[in-house]
């Protein structure tokens, strides 16, 4: 009895035989994006960690109100771009010398901007802040602007029943605009906060006038 051999048909043998896995291109590219990616995100984080700066420190405690001296200041060595916080740096110390402590600060505490209050005004000079309701002053007052502070007397009831309009009860006081605020107060819905540097001798008559409600501001030239 012969052996018979089937044998198998070459469409069978093709189907059996594994197939190549093709690669999606697109998905590669985009798995080697990321990688490269997350290496240089890595690489900034580690350079910006590596980078010290100096930032200037205090030397002992001050109090608030306290004026900063070159004495009171010293430095250390700190990480930046990790913390967040702006230190002031060693390079800009001239910016904190003569200006007063916010509040009290202990010794080896790094200095920021919030920790120090405003340069106090030259000798013979003084700020004041006066409220300046709507049509006394220019709509474009401005932070260095300077203004003529007018004081006026409030209107009169004449015999005959008209009004007679407001006037100047004084020479107009020379000063700058240093700061234009919003009120805080909540009962006053008109009107800006005007901070003024003057001289210290028309402090009174300035402050006066401005409860009274009787300041107006006119912009002039410089050194007028």
């Known amino acids: 009895m012969r052996n018979l051999h089937l044998a198998t048909p070459p469409e069978t043998v093709s189907r059996l035989r594994p197939r190549a896995r093709r690669i999606r291109i697109p998905l590669a590219l985009l798995g080697l994006l990321l990688v490269v990616v997350c290496a240089l995100a890595f690489g900034t984080i580690l350079t910006q960690a590596g980078q010290q700066h100096q930032v200037l420190v205090l030397s002992h405690p001050v109090d608030a109100g306290d004026v900063i001296t070159a004495s009171d200041l010293g430095l250390a060595t700190v990480s ?94 020379a000063a700058t605009v240093t700061a234009v605020d919003t009120p805080s107060d909540s009962a006053i819905t008109q009107g800006v906060i005007v901070s003024l540097s003057l001289p210290s001798s028309d402090v009174q008559t300035v402050t006066t006038a401005a409860a009274a409600g009787n300041v107006s501001l006119a912009l002039v030239p410089p050194g007028s």
């Open 80 to 173: 930046t771009g990790t913390s967040g916080i702006a230190f002031i740096t060693a390079g800009n110390e001239s910016t904190v010398i003569g200006r007063p402590a916010a509040v009290a600060m202990p010794a080896g505490a790094p200095l920021i901007a919030a920790d120090l209050g405003s340069l106090p005004p030259p000798a013979g000079q003084a700020v004041v802040a006066v409220l300046i309701k709507p049509g006394d002053a220019p709509p474009s007052l401005a932070p260095g602007a300077a203004v003529w502070v007018v004081i006026t007397t409030p209107q009169t009831q004449s015999t005959g029943g008209a009004s007679s309009p407001a006037t100047p009860a004084t020479a107009p006081v």
